[in-house]
């Protein structure tokens, strides 16, 4: 069976100025001036044309160039890869086109070049708006140049978002409020608001395991979270997803690839593609398969991305999962193949059992996250990808 056409493109700048202290993304710090950069860039930007002449790209509806830090490889480099695009795949208006960006390497004048080469979002790496914060994560640039970026993306870009961080240590409570405020007091039309995760082997890990870094404070970061999301609502924000908010219709639509099951091609080292048809979704990373569901596991899956979601799932998209997942358990049970301990019960008892907990809400025929839910994630997500382990 043919897999269904990739409606997202990924492009991996893995290079930083220097790596920030949390960071485990596949990315390096690398003079600027490096031949590797050269070299990687030439190399994705065959790539580009490669899965273009495969007919790969003729559906694409989001672009989104992350990394690393797209804006640090400088101009010339960026004009090799969105020119290659260009000519490579119908780069219009309506598609997004989006570039990640850290204040210290975003000047006006590669504004108004990306701009002119047909980038139409900006997602910029602030992270805080205090310097003393800024330290602590290893950030390369100050609150000031946070400032200038944003005001400088503004001059052409009106779909402009930011990245924040809460539950960073050494930063209050009043220190993370008063970065969105500065946020909202931007103009931006975007926010993402993320709390900090010590990933293993990370210079933040090590600290932490030496007793010279505390852990994160769930309780700290579910308040931060919780205050985001009251400043942003009341300046006319709405959380469409766990951890972003949009303005009306500046809502990531890349991102939204990602959590409503969109097929998406990732170019570069360490990119993620994921294939799928009715029947399978494959996850590959560097020429390995990371994810193989079948369709139980895909419609759970499913369930799980949409419940992160403002919006939910419908009636509908549970009632074509119980038919997947619970009509195959029925079948694996009477025909005594199912394992031991893997009856999981049905669909629609779940979403029942969640409601009972507080973590999912029912109403206008859609099953949506509650702020509690949301907060208590790995609970809610986890019982659904249960559904079909």
């Not at 994560?137 to 609150?143: E, S, T, V």
């Not at 979704?281 to 403002?310: F, I, K, N, W, Y």
């Amino acid at each position: 069976m043919a897999y269904d056409p990739y409606k997202a493109l990924y492009l991996h700048i893995p290079f930083c100025v220097r790596r920030c202290g949390y960071c485990d993304f596949a990315t390096s710090a690398v003079e600027r001036d490096s031949p590797a950069i050269d070299e990687y860039v030439e190399s994705l930007v065959m790539d580009i044309r490669r899965t273009s002449r495969e007919g790969k790209l003729g559906a694409i509806e989001t672009v989104y160039s992350g990394g690393g830090t797209p804006s640090y490889i400088g101009m010339r480099r960026l004009s090799m890869l969105l020119y290659a695009l260009s000519m490579s795949m119908h780069l219009e208006p309506e598609v997004e086109c989006t570039m990640e960006a850290n204040p210290e390497s975003l000047t006006a004048p590669m504004v108004r070049d990306i701009w002119a080469l047909g980038v139409n979002r900006l997602s910029i790496g602030v992270q805080s708006f205090d310097d003393e914060v800024l330290r602590i994560l290893g950030r390369a640039h100050d609150a000031e140049a946070a400032r200038a970026a944003v005001r400088a993306a503004q001059e052409r870009f009106e779909n402009v978002s930011v990245d924040l961080m809460c539950g960073i240590p050494g930063q209050s409570a009043e220190s993370f409020a008063e970065s969105v405020r500065e946020a909202v007091a931007l103009g931006v039309a975007h926010v993402s608001v993320y709390p900090l995760t010590i990933e293993p082997h990370t210079p933040f890990d090590r600290a932490v395991m030496r007793g010279e870094m505390d852990e994160p404070d769930e309780d700290v970061e579910g308040a931060a979270m919780e205050e985001a999301r009251l400043i942003l609502e009341d300046a006319g924000f709405h959380r469409y997803e766990v951890a972003s908010y949009a303005r009306p219709g500046f809502e990531s639509r890349h991102n939204t690839a990602y959590w409503t099951g969109k097929p998406y091609l990732g170019l570069g080292r360490s990119a993620v593609t994921m294939t799928q048809n009715a029947e399978r979704r494959m996850r590959v990373q560097d020429g390995q398969v990371v994810d193989d569901l079948d369709a139980r596991q895909m419609a759970a899956e499913d369930l799980m991305l949409g419940m992160r979601m403002a919006r939910g799932v419908s009636d509908e998209q549970v009632a074509r999962a119980a038919a997947v997942i619970d009509d195959a358990a029925s079948t694996a049970a009477s025909s005594g193949s199912m394992t031991p301990g893997s009856e999981t019960g049905s669909v629609l008892a779940a979403f029942d059992e969640l409601a009972s907990l507080g973590l999912v809400k029912h109403a206008d025929g859609r099953w949506r996250p509650t702020d509690a839910g949301w907060l208590c994630g790995n609970e809610l997500y986890g019982r659904l990808l249960d559904l079909a382990p």
